[in-house]
Structure formats: structure tokens, C-alpha cells
């Protein structure tokens, strides 16, 4: 059964840092796509980050590039978000997602939709 497990959000002031996690478990995250995407309150999801976990390959979003790192621990089947200086416009629920189509992330583009889905984490910035 192929399972993502979030952990890390919660609340912080502006111009601090949160890293989140997301552990796999029924497949390798080796041989997928994983992204991180982001709905806030009255908007439409959005691809934050993925990582390409064949080449490397990673992508962000031009709102949180130089803010926000994405990274993969094979030895713990995990893929981090390591979120600095967050910001009001941060605040979301973040989900990541797994897709076997690697195609679904290149350095250019996150595909939208990806095949598995984590259960979401609050993630808010606020004075």
C-alpha cells in the first residue's frame, strides 16, 4: 500500500523556519517524482517545489525560490521542504505527493496532478 506521511507544519512569525517532511512507505522514492504543493484559504493549489529522484532534477516556484530547499534522504525513504523566512503569503496547507511518471517534475515544470497524496500539513505564518 503506497502511504505519505507529512510531518513538520505548524505556526511561526514571519522570517522564521519550518522544514517539512514526507515519508514513503510501500515504494522507493528513488524511482518517483515527489512535490510539494501548497492551497491556501480561497485559492487554487499550487506546485511548490518537486524533486526529480532519478537525475536530481528540482523545480520551485518563483515565489519561494531562495527561500525554500527541497531534499531527499534515500536511507529514510524521506523528501524535506526546508522552508526560511516564511512570510504571511506562506501560510497554506502543504501536501506532498509522489508520481511515478517522472516527467512530473523537471527543473521547468511541476505537472499538476501526481498520483498519491499526503494528508496535508498547516503551515502559517503570522505575526
Known amino acids: 500500500q503506497v502511504q505519505l506521511v507529512e510531518s513538520g507544519g505548524g505556526s511561526v512569525q514571519p522570517g522564521e523556519s519550518l522544514r517539512l517532511s514526507c515519508t514513503a512507505s510501500?515504494?522507493?522514492?528513488?524511482?518517483?517524482?515527489i512535490g510539494w504543493f501548497r492551497q491556501a484559504p480561497g485559492k487554487e493549489r499550487e506546485g511548490v517545489s518537486c524533486?526529480?529522484?532519478?537525475?536530481?532534477?528540482?523545480y520551485y516556484l518563483s515565489d519561494v525560490r531562495g527561500r525554500f530547499t527541497i531534499s531527499r534522504d534515500s536511507t529514510k525513504n524521506t523528501v524535506y521542504l526546508q522552508m526560511n523566512s516564511l512570510e504571511e503569503e506562506d501560510t497554506a496547507v502543504y501536501s506532498c505527493?509522489?508520481?511515478?511518471?517522472?516527467?512530473?517534475?523537471?527543473?521547468?515544470?511541476?505537472?499538476?496532478?501526481?498520483?498519491?497524496w499526503g494528508q496535508g500539513n498547516q503551515v502559517i505564518g503570522s505575526p
Open positions: 510501500g515504494f522507493a522514492l528513488n524511482n518517483y517524482a
Open positions: 524533486i526529480n529522484n532519478r537525475d536530481g532534477s528540482t
Open positions: 505527493a509522489a508520481d511515478p511518471d517522472l516527467g512530473a517534475c523537471t527543473r521547468q515544470v511541476i505537472k499538476k496532478s501526481y498520483d498519491y
